[in-house]
């Protein structure tokens, strides 16, 4: 009888600690996945700031080139001999 209730107990125990150890598992997993998608959002991030960061260069370029053609104009009419 103490045999039984020996073995009964060290399955019970062998069966706590296998389910103790899979749910380690599955919330490592999920505090991973978790990481993942903070890389993810950060790196998201940077590329939309590496876009925005491209698109004032052009932004700042066109308005170089509109402000020679603007002094381009003022010097062309302002010379009455350029018609």
């Given at each position: 009888?103490?045999?039984?209730?020996?073995?009964?107990?060290?399955?019970?125990?062998?069966?706590?600690?296998?389910?103790?150890?899979?749910?380690?598992?599955?919330?490592?997993?999920?505090?991973?996945?978790?990481?993942?998608?903070?890389?993810?959002?950060?790196?998201?991030?940077?590329?939309?700031?590496?876009?925005?960061d491209t698109k004032v260069k052009i932004?700042?370029?066109?308005?170089?080139?509109?402000?020679?053609?603007?002094?381009?104009?003022?010097?062309?009419?302002?010379?009455?001999?350029?018609?």
């Open positions: 009888m103490l045999d039984i209730l020996k073995t009964k107990l060290a399955i019970a125990a062998a069966v706590l600690g296998l389910l103790i150890t899979v749910g380690g598992g599955f919330t490592k997993f999920g505090e991973i996945n978790a990481r993942l998608e903070a890389v993810e959002k950060f790196s998201k991030g940077i590329k939309e700031i590496s876009e925005v932004n700042i370029k066109e308005i170089e080139l509109l402000k020679l053609q603007i002094r381009e104009l003022k010097a062309s009419s302002g010379n009455p001999l350029s018609n």
